[in-house]
């Protein structure tokens, strides 16, 4: 579809958390933007989230939450190794709480606030997932006009400003030219688009986009193009360890409890030789978890039939991370293992002995890492990687499963830079006039090569935070 008129006072280019949250943000301002979304329907990735950071929001305060926000600014700063711009990243901090509140004032209902493993207690889990959060927010947008379908397929730049852009219309692939005092790229970020994945240092096979499919890297591109900076690729948010299929794509895995079994229960990992190679409880922090695996060039999940029974029957070893429904059991567990086995899924290999697993994936070392690794759960204690004893569970009882894993990404950040007022920058260092960017496609500025867990929530509270930080900045002016 093509936009009804020519001229705008703002063109919010995504349909997603952080464009719809600039979309109500403008109408609080006085403004009714043009919003463009490429797909068929609205939200974006913004559909799937858990929850959003905030600090020192009313819900924290109700719960007697208190945060030390320059502890927390210097623990990020060094977790990301001083990448992450300090000035951006602080007044993020400094704002999130209030955030959240104008979210839960526009009628977005939160279940609760707490921490994801050791982090910080910032995620603000939202009551019916992202996809309820979309459906409020959308009945706030009133004023705009929201046109789906709709691509942005070229920046207009004129006179060293961004004046306007071509729009595509999806469907037909007729273009319409749209001037406008400002654009906001709000497209993001870049996980669905696997050559700009290909410059992220880590690049390997086994990486595998678990979102939406249209986060294609549209708004860097488009920036790019009219003289934006190159800024760093980013950190790549990795949901952990995942199923390693080569045939069906990722996210038919994610209510899978084989899926569960073997990334989340911290058993046992093995290398392409069959040794062990991390403690498996790194799966509190899933980027953690995911930069441990592709340390090796393969990685098993081993487990045996007793685990299959244990955690069928009689419960969870750990509790799942990064969800707020985890299950007691995984009852649906010994059945998906049948039918993976009778479907000859590649990821999955069976061996009624130790001896039998280990030959038919070539894994000279397993029998005796599997014999080393029953003598430390034995005695109750792990001297080699320090993984936490209650996860030390003997591996004895045959059959024996082979899961092989790779690495989900949930989303992808970097490689815009902007300001403290989300303006994009050139290379130089100065704002492109007319030029905004938010959510993903800015949230590079708060990270260094790994995505931060320890701040859980943090790009769906940026998605939020830097919708109403660009849009306060276009008021002002
Ligand atoms: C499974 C999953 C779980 C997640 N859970 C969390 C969580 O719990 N907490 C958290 O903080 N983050 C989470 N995230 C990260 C999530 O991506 C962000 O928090 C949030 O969606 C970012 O908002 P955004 O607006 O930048 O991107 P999106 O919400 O993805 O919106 C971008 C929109 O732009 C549109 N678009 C792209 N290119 C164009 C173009 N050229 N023209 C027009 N439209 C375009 C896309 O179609 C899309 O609708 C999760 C992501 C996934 C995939």
């Not at 797909?39 to 959003?52: C, I, Q, R």
């Not at 209030?98 to 939202?126: E, N, R, Y």
């Not at 410059?199 to 939406?212: I, K």
Request: hydrophobic share 40%; glycine share 12%.
């Amino acid at each position: 579809m093509l936009p009804k008129k020519h001229d705008y006072e703002l063109v919010i280019i995504g349909g997603g958390l952080s464009g719809l949250s600039a979309a109500v943000a403008a109408e609080q301002a006085g403004l009714a933007p043009l919003v463009l979304e490429k797909g068929h329907t609205l939200g974006g990735d913004g559909n799937y989230v858990e929850g959003a950071l905030g600090v020192d929001s009313y819900l924290q305060q109700k719960e007697g939450i208190k945060i030390d926000r320059l502890k927390l600014l210097h623990e990020e700063l060094q977790y990301s190794h001083y990448e992450a711009n300090a000035a951006h990243l602080n007044k993020f901090i400094n704002n999130s709480g209030a955030t959240i509140d104008w979210l839960h004032d526009l009628g977005v209902k939160f279940a609760k606030v707490g921490a994801q493993g050791d982090s910080w207690p910032t995620i603000h889990s939202f009551a019916g997932g992202g996809h309820a959060a979309i459906q409020t927010l959308l009945k706030q947008v009133k004023k705009s006009e929201v046109v789906t379908e709709a691509k942005a397929a070229r920046l207009l730049y004129q006179d060293g400003r961004v004046t306007g852009l071509t729009v595509a219309d999806e469907a037909t692939g007729q273009e319409q030219d749209v001037t406008a005092k400002n654009v906001i790229l709000a497209t993001g970020g870049y996980v669905d688009n696997p050559a700009l994945v290909k410059q992220h240092q880590s690049f390997d096979d086994r990486l595998m986009a678990v979102s939406d499919g249209k986060s294609t890297g549209d708004g860097m591109q488009l920036a790019w193009e009219v003289g934006a900076d190159h800024y760093r690729m980013g950190a790549i948010q990795y949901g952990g360890g995942a199923i390693y299929d080569r045939q069906l794509p990722p996210f038919m895995h994610m209510a899978s409890q084989l899926a569960a079994a073997a990334t989340q229960e911290a058993i046992l990992w093995v290398n392409e030789r069959g040794e062990r190679f991390v403690n498996e409880d790194v799966n509190d922090n899933m980027c953690h978890a995911g930069n441990a695996i592709l340390t090796q060039a393969k990685v098993y999940s081993i487990l045996d039939q007793g685990t299959v029974d244990h955690l069928a029957k009689v419960g969870l070893y750990k509790e799942l991370g990064n969800t707020p429904f985890s299950p007691a059991k995984l009852e649906k567990l010994p059945e998906e293992i049948e039918n993976d086995l009778g479907h000859h899924a590649k990821y999955l290999t069976k061996g009624e002995t130790l001896a039998e697993l280990a030959a038919k994936l070539h894994l000279p070392a397993l029998e005796e890492t599997v014999a080393s690794y029953n003598q430390l759960a034995a005695g109750g204690e792990d001297p080699v990687f320090g993984k936490a004893k209650q996860y030390l569970t003997a591996l004895t009882t045959g059959p024996f499963y082979a899961v092989e894993l790779g690495v989900g990404m949930a989303c992808a950040l970097g490689g815009l830079k902007v300001d403290t007022n989300n303006r994009v920058l050139n290379a130089h260092g100065f704002p492109i006039p007319g030029l905004f960017s938010i959510g993903n496609d800015a949230a590079g500025m708060l990270v260094g090569d790994t995505y931060a867990v320890t701040l859980p929530g943090s790009t769906a509270g940026y998605a939020a935070f830097s919708a109403r930080n660009a849009v306060s900045t276009i008021a002002k002016n």
